[in-house]
């Protein structure tokens, strides 16, 4: 058997190459920080962080200050035109838990930093309500649209949340009784780790006018009434959840459609002719790193396909209104694409062909003769699958009960080489 050579070693970065030393801190400030970030602190030529975190460390901070700019991205370059002198960034709880940490890692090396990470408040809420972490589903909702908690309303669950502000509890609470959950038992924690902190419980049908502290995160325990708007695992979610005006890829249809586009994490799907934006949507609750452009003529299904992505807890999908193939120019390169309307106008399909990557998937359906003919043609020139659905459902026939035929689609999937 041949041995391969060894790989030459890495190099390990000593700790003066390790400019960049990011602080995990709480609302005990000093007291709740080790020896280590102290004395990272203390020696800093300059500590970044937002006004509460520089007023929390202020007692140990030698160097020059600088709160984060707005946009948050001149933040970002000016701690990256420090590269080489002693930095210290704070940042709330873990630094790598949808903090700061995360967001600077895309422009630094890890092998340029330190980080000591405190506890998350997800973590200190986990602990006050005696909750397995584990087992619990947690979000940020921090300068986040609320609607993205709506996947995870299932009966049972617990849920922990953490809010932008003040009045971030009162909006969940209104969430959650607007779509049926209004039993929902909702734990207030504020401030965790600090003097303020505070533990509220409240039930949403009945929420309280208190205060709350800013640094807020809420524990819900979801109870589901009737009518609760619940978003099932599956693929073919019931049509009724969906606004739409009959544009719609019906739901034993959609679920085979999802099977032939096989989402996988993080990709970024094309549905073009988006209608109610029912694929799409599907499509990104599959995994929160999920991605969608739903391209779509019409401006008031357009319009639709938002309300629906922000009903369903995926507000990120983007919609661009505008006729394929035009529409298409400058959109990111899509791992998978989905035809169901509109792709036997002249150029759609040769433009999506086009833009696949390679490895990427094409499933278009076709419920009319132009477009079958359109996907015959293809499959003859580039091979493929071809399937025929046929879906029947009873239906009245007088007194009685009988088979009603929808209309057939042929499907046709490919993998671009």
């Known amino acids: 058997m041949r041995c391969l050579p060894m790989p030459d070693p890495i190099h390990a970065p000593s700790v003066s190459e390790r400019w960049l030393t990011i602080i995990g801190i709480g609302e005990d400030g000093p007291a709740g920080l080790g020896d280590a970030a102290k004395a990272a602190i203390a020696a800093a030529g300059l500590v970044f962080g937002g006004t509460r975190h520089l007023e929390l460390a202020a007692p140990l901070i030698a160097g020059e200050t600088q709160a984060w700019l707005s946009p948050f991205e001149k933040s970002v370059e000016a701690v990256v035109a420090r590269r080489g002198r002693s930095t210290v960034v704070l940042a709330s709880g873990d630094p790598f838990f949808f903090g700061v940490g995360a967001t600077l890692s895309r422009r630094i090396d890890p092998a340029e930093m330190v980080v000591i990470p405190a506890p998350s408040s997800f973590s200190l809420a986990a602990s006050r309500l005696g909750w397995p972490l584990q087992e619990v589903t947690v979000v940020s909702l921090h300068g986040r649209p609320v609607d993205l908690i709506r996947p995870h309303l299932q009966p049972g669950r617990r849920v922990l949340a953490l809010t932008s502000d003040d009045k971030g509890p009162a909006v969940l609470a209104r969430l959650l009784c607007e779509s049926g959950f209004g039993g929902s038992r909702l734990t207030v924690l504020e401030a965790l780790g600090g003097e303020q902190e505070r533990l509220t419980r409240h039930v949403a049908a009945h929420f309280s006018d208190d205060v709350f502290h800013a640094l807020n995160v809420c524990g819900v325990e979801v109870a589901a009434g009737e009518g609760a708007r619940i978003l099932p695992l599956a693929s073919g979610l019931d049509d009724a959840l969906f606004e739409h005006d009959g544009q719609i890829t019906k739901r034993e249809i959609r679920a085979l459609t999802l099977s032939a586009l096989a989402p996988r994490k993080g990709e970024l799907l094309w549905d073009i002719g988006g209608g109610s934006g029912s694929i799409g949507i599907e499509w990104m609750l599959r995994d929160p790193a999920m991605r969608a452009i739903a391209i779509e003529q019409a401006p008031d299904r357009a319009a639709r396909i938002g309300r629906n992505a922000a009903m369903f807890g995926v507000p990120g999908l983007a919609v661009v209104e505008g006729q394929a193939p035009q529409a298409l120019a400058g959109l990111a390169a899509p791992d998978a694409i989905f035809i169901g309307g509109g792709g036997s106008e002249e150029g759609v399909m040769d433009a999506a062909i086009a833009a696949l990557r390679p490895g990427g998937r094409l499933v278009a359906n076709a419920v009319t003769i132009e477009m079958e003919a359109v996907l015959l043609a293809q499959h ?27 209309m057939p689609v042929t499907q046709w999937s490919w993998v671009k080489s």
């Open 380 to 406: 003859a020139r580039l091979g493929g699958t071809l399937v025929r659905i046929d879906i029947a459902r009873a239906g009245p026939v007088g007194s009685m009960t009988g088979w009603r035929p929808a």
